[in-house]
């Protein structure tokens, strides 16, 4: 891939990488409207190296088979540094989902992009 194929969450991924090493990443993929944010499901991976690219997620995220148009990653480490295990990854992850069903701005507390891998934020909606 050249440098100018690549998505803002390549770039992300890269730098992660870079800093951290390691580490686990939990996902909330999302339905994002024009005046609204619905979850539709979650899961978490383990990163070891910045060689998985954009397409690469979305092609791992079509088997969820959901309709989704966001998508926001939270790294998160072991205390020793490194990837979480499984069961905490899993708990990790049913928090987040709790978070994320209460107040959706905590979505823009992860790193959240779009189909495209664009950044996106999410902003609180005006009263009417």
Known sequence: MSISDRTEFDEWL??????HGEF???VVLTEVGERSVVP????YFHVIGD?????DITTMFAGSG???TGA????????????????????RLTE???KVTQDRMILND??????????????????A
């Open 72 to 91: 926001a990653f939270f790294p998160t480490k072991a205390a020793a540094g490194g990837p979480v295990d499984n069961p905490t990854a899993r708990l």
């Open 51 to 55: 060689e998985v690219e954009w397409n």
């Open 96 to 98: 987040l989902e709790a």
């Open 66 to 68: 959901q309709n989704w």
């Open 14 to 19: 890269a730098s992660m990488v870079s800093q």
């Open 24 to 26: 686990t990443v939990l």
């Open 40 to 43: 539709l499901c979650s899961t």
């Open 110 to 127: 992860g790193h959240f992009f779009d189909t495209l891998g664009r950044r996106i934020k999410i902003e609180p909606l005006a009263d």
